[in-house]
């Protein structure tokens, strides 16, 4: 077991651009850590740094407080599972758990037990004696785990293991992969772009964008208290609802104005928002916190729209709306509520739950940035 640390690490590989930069993150000790970001963000460059695959340009690794920029991979005493398994075809299941440990010489006998455990432990020992072509996906995906839990590393470091998978598949080896860990207790290091894995499996979570860090937090104050527009976007299905608009003070209420859209904020946002009077401002709202009424001829206090599809889910029903000024919001409604593509609607907001960003695709959250609870 050991605590993972990359200080102000920067990894650039033709000398311009950076891969990672300036990054600094600690695994704790028995931690599962999951770093999670777009295609191209970093996350696979900063395992292979990690397991010693790579050198950072500047910066430091450190494994249990020593660094190991020096150190070769093989003394690291990581295991990496790739993406893609990467097992050796030409071998059996039992050859393949049992090669790295013959690699460290380890008496036949001990090799013997640890194989069968760890084939006990992940429900493959009737595999053993199959080439890892004869297998279905997930069955080679619990081989390429077991060939790095045999080894009894310090550190595992996952990269997008069940990403080949059915989707559920997935799910059903995300769980058997958190309770594994629960029961091991190894420093985790876990890369993916999926949201919900991140969230499922992370004690902490690293959202990480061009090779720098977003926001680090646990899973559910990153859907709560999302430091920024980008994070805020990555949570959550459908995701976030984002309206372009500006903040306007009438009558000594506060209001989100977007073109004819007009969401009154509560009066507690007012203090913190005097200072942008009329300036230009992203509210987000997540499309659990809007509801969709028909419109009818007593006029409901909300925003006016047309409905432009209705997605039932089972569990809820996905409703795409365009405003009069052209704005599109989701909402996630009762699985049974009854609309018409093209019918008029009434969307009503839950101002309580609205976020507020300053423009851009990173803006801060303004609540967040003003450290004032009230926002
Ligand atoms: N060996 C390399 N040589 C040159 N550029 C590289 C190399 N490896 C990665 N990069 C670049 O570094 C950036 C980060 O790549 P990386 O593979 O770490 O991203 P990723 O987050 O793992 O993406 P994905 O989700 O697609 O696997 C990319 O712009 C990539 O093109
Ligand atoms: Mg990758």
């Known amino acids: 077991m050991a ?208 090779g720098k860090i977003l926001q680090l937090a646990a899973p559910l104050e990153l859907y709560e208290k999302p430091a920024n527009r980008f994070v805020a976007g990555f949570f959550g299905t459908p995701p976030m609802n984002f309206l372009n608009g500006g903040i306007r003070f009438q009558d000594d209420n506060c209001y989100f104005v977007s073109g004819e859209d007009r969401i009154q904020l509560p009066p507690r946002m007012k203090k913190s928002l005097a200072n942008r009077n009329g300036k230009e401002i992203v509210l987000g709202v997540r499309p659990h916190y809007v509801s969709v009424s028909p419109s009818g001829p007593a006029e409901l206090d909300g925003i006016k729209g047309t409905v432009l599809t209705a997605e039932p889910l089972g569990d809820r029903t996905d409703v795409y709306v365009k405003t009069g000024s052209a704005n599109r919001i989701v909402a996630a409604t009762d699985p049974h509520i009854n609309v018409t593509v093209g019918s008029p609607v009434i969307i009503s907001i839950n101002a309580e739950r609205v976020h507020l960003f300053e423009n851009g695709d990173t803006g801060p959250n303004i609540g967040l940035l003003a450290k004032d609870p009230n926002c």
């Open 3 to 210: 605590q993972v640390r990359l200080e102000n690490v920067t990894k650039s590989f033709d000398g311009k651009t950076a891969a990672v930069s300036d990054f600094t993150l600690t695994a704790n000790d028995g931690q599962f850590m999951v770093i999670v970001g777009p295609s191209g963000s970093g996350k696979t460059t900063l395992l292979r740094l990690i397991a010693g695959l790579e050198k950072p340009t500047a910066g430091s690794v450190y494994i249990d407080g020593l660094p190991v920029n020096d150190v070769h991979p093989r003394n690291r005493d990581v295991a990496m599972v790739f993406q893609d398994y990467a097992l050796y075809p030409h071998m059996t299941v039992g050859q393949n758990l049992a090669f790295g440990l013959k690699m460290q010489k380890l008496p036949a006998e001990q090799i013997r037990h640890r194989v069968s455990r760890t084939a006990a432990l992940l429900g493959i020992d009737n595999l053993l004696m199959r080439k890892p072509g004869t297998l279905s996906g997930g069955q080679q995906q619990r081989v390429a785990l077991g060939r790095a839990i045999v080894r009894k590393p310090k550190v595992f470091l996952f990269d997008e293991p069940l990403s080949n998978l059915d989707p559920t598949l997935r799910m059903a080896m995300r769980t058997e992969l958190k309770m594994l860990h629960e029961k091991l207790k190894t420093t985790s290091i876990y890369v993916t772009h999926d949201q919900t894995e991140a969230m499922a499996l992370g004690d902490r979570v690293c959202v990480i964008r061009n």
